[in-house]
């Protein structure tokens, strides 16, 4: 019974904390809101002005190019095939005392030798410090490019020091004269760039500007105006693309930001109505939404809390600064370690091995500076437990996001891989086994084939050896030399009968014994080769005609050499043995390789295509579903492995195995191997 008024009291402080917490809130919210008008109506008026200045700055770039193009248009007037030195300069000074931007006028021939030249009467001559050989570098490129484009070309601007001290950016004009076509000669006006601003642009739109030439860097070349340091707040850029060279032109406005207070008043009546409306709302709701709210957050950390723990994936947060904030009960168990020697902590971890901790480091610095993104896929690393022992882990890291949307930090979820890589392990060591089997029992299937295979050049051997012994005791008897030739041809017969039973033997040995697991580059008609003592073998005894197509010219492939030829070997026996139970009357066989391409394989890399091909009767639709299950066989005594093996084998390479009908009749398994990347890039020019 007494802890009732101390609840009751504890009520009444939370509902009169909440109350003070609204009329803060919208305190703050009413001085947001007139901050905002405020912000956006000078913005809009700071749009306003930036808008005029770039349609000003549009308007005097229009100026100078119609200012320029009227000036190329006098300058071709000016020049004519029977004009005298004197009388073009005559016109020249004419011209240059209504056109202020020109700097001097030059006659030039085809040679550029100068014919006449006029300077402008308004200002001391400007070439006279330096002489007019400092610029003919210029001239010679605006010429060139003239006549190149059949037309006036300006030159790159360059500075003209002069004898007072100062100096002007000076452009040159070179405009070609031609008569019937052909190149006479050359008229060169020199700009003035601060008398260009000055007299090219309409006056009322200086008024308020100041109007400068620049470079694409900013550098300023010109300017019209005194340039005001911090004054201006709305700059136009326009660029000025002329034949030869560009330039930028930029003008600036050193108007006053717009006065928005006048507008204030009208933003803060509106606002506190606004604002008047919803707070006896937001009073109302304000009790019933917090008690929710606590009621709901409560249970989503229970939630939480609840499935992490249950969780068997690790998890560990990390702040940007790089220290562990979080771990789960999970990956404390993973590592061994306590959360009270893993929080807080940051590099190195404490189940970091010593060995790995300085490129983990370095990882993680990368990770933490924003620099490198980790996989979506994950990466596999590997840690320490407590005890010392080692275990590999695969890691997943995403970045931590709040609530505002910034980034505070990284969230990792770990997955031990022991397990499964035990598992792999007992998988790969029973495929090997399997693959074995296999091997063995290829060869039993065979026994009789190379008993038949082996009695004949025996038999040749022991008729040779015979015959030869004959021979000698005749020779005894006769005491003649005539049978030597005939002895010498009966003792090369049983070396290549021999030779034969040889060879065969160790096609048999070279397929059976167990190779180390290895890839190596190996060219596709050695491949071809190595097995086709073995097919042969079958193909006698059958009548198979076998026929291969591979082209010498091809590159390597990387393979581990014993599975691919037992690949060969299982589809040239299983095609060869199903054209026998079928009865083909004209049974043959074509082995063939060709480079392969298409979407399935692997990009970035090259293939070459093996294929098997056969006239049998095909494969039923009701075997095609199932004929690459192991244990699945239509042959009476067959295990069901082979062609099983031979998917898995190709598929460990990156290939794939595939069969499809060969017309008119018969069936052809097609498989893909990689090309050794070292021969492909030395064949690649």
């Known amino acids: 019974m007494k802890r009732e008024p101390a609840l009751a009291a504890l009520a009444r402080w939370r509902s009169a904390h909440t109350r003070l917490s609204l009329w803060a809130l919208l305190v703050l919210l009413v001085a947001g809101m007139l901050a905002t008008l405020v912000w956006l109506a000078g913005r809009y008026e700071t749009s306003m002005e930036q808008g005029r200045v770039e349609r000003d700055t549009f308007d005097a770039a229009n100026d100078i190019r119609a200012g320029l193009t009227r000036n190329v248009q006098t300058l071709q007037a000016l020049h004519s095939s029977n004009a005298t030195p004197a009388a073009w300069t005559q016109e020249a000074q004419a011209l240059l005392r209504s056109h202020r931007e020109w700097m001097r006028l030059e006659w030039r021939d085809a040679t550029m030798k100068v014919v006449a030249a006029v300077d402008t009467p308004f200002r001391p001559p400007v070439f006279t410090r330096l002489g007019r050989g400092a610029s003919q570098g210029d001239i010679n490129l605006a010429c060139a490019a003239a006549r190149r484009l059949t037309g ?36 060169i006006a020199s700009y003035s760039l601060a008398e260009v601003l000055n007299h090219l642009i309409e006056p009322q739109l200086a008024h308020s500007h100041d109007i400068s030439f620049t470079e694409a860097d900013g550098t300023r070349l010109a300017l019209r105006g005194a340039a005001r340091r911090g004054s201006h707040i709305f700059t136009g850029q326009q660029l000025l693309d002329l034949p030869g060279n560009t330039v930028v032109l930029r003008m600036d406005s050193w108007r006053a930001a717009p006065q928005l207070f006048p507008n204030v008043l009208t933003a803060i009546l509106t606002a ?19 008690l929710r709210a ?55 971890a404490p189940y970091w091995p010593p060995e790995f ?98 009695n004949q050049p025996l038999a040749a051997i022991s008729s040779y050896a015979t015959g030869s012994l004959n021979l000698l005791k005749s020779q005894v008897t006769a005491g003649g030399d005539e049978s030597i030739g005939d002895i010498e041809v009966a003792m090369k017969r049983i070396a290549e009968q021999a030779e034969r039973a040889g060879k065969v033997i160790k096609s048999v040995h070279d397929f059976v014994r167990r190779r180390d697991k290895e890839r190596e580059p190996i060219a596709p008609d050695a491949l071809v080769d190595s097995v086709m003592p073995l097919v042969s073998l079958q193909a006698r005894k059958l009548g198979v005609r076998v026929e291969t197509h591979v082209d010498a010219s091809l590159p390597p492939v990387l393979v581990d050499r014993t599975m691919v030829e037992q690949v060969l070997l299982n589809l040239a026996r299983n095609a060869m043995q199903a054209m026998d139970e079928s009865g083909v009357a004209q049974p043959s066989l074509l082995i063939e390789v060709r480079r392969a391409g298409g979407a399935s394989l692997a990009p970035g890399m090259a293939w070459l295509e093996f294929s098997v091909a056969d006239v049998g009767p095909g494969i039923p639709a009701e075997v095609q579903q199932q004929l690459f299950t192991p244990f699945f066989t239509t042959k009476t005594e067959g295990m069901g492995l082979g062609l099983s093996l031979c998917r898995t084998v190709v598929e460990q390479h990156g290939g794939f195995l595939a069969f499809e009908p060969n017309r008119p009749t018969g069936t052809i398994f097609r498989f893909t191997l990689p090309v050794d990347a070292r021969a492909l890039a030395a064949a690649t020019p």
């Open 152 to 187: 006036p070309a300006y030159s790159t601007s360059y500075f003209v020091p002069q004898m007072d001290g100062l100096g002007i950016e000076v452009m040159e004009l070179c405009l070609p004269q031609a008569t019937a076509g052909q190149l006479t000669g050359y008229v």
């Open 272 to 290: 506190m109505a606004i604002a008047l409306l919803v707070v006896l709302w937001l009073l109302g709701k304000d009790t019933q939404r917090r």
């Open 294 to 348: 606590e009621r709901d957050l409560a249970d989503a950390l229970a939630f939480r809390k609840a499935m992490e723990d249950s969780l068997v994936t690790g998890l560990r947060a990390r702040d940007l600064q790089g220290r562990t904030t979080y771990v789960n009960p999970a990956f404390c168990a993973m590592v061994g370690f306590g959360p009270d020697e893993l929080l807080g902590k940051a590099t190195p």
């Open 357 to 454: 901790a300085s490129d983990y480091a370095k990882r993680q610095e990368r990770r933490l500076s924003g620099r490198h993104s980790p996989p979506r896929e994950g990466f596999e690393s590997i840690f320490m437990r407590k005890d010392g022992t080692r275990f590999p882990v695969l890691v997943i890291e995403a970045p931590l996001i709040n609530h505002n949307g910034v980034q505070t930090g990284w969230m990792s979820a770990f997955l031990d891989l022991s397990e499964q890589r035990r598992v792999e392990e007992l998988s790969r060591a029973s495929q090997e086994r399997l693959q074995a089997t296999a091997r063995l029992a290829t060869v039993g299937e065979m026994a009789s084939l190379l008993s038949h295979e082996l």
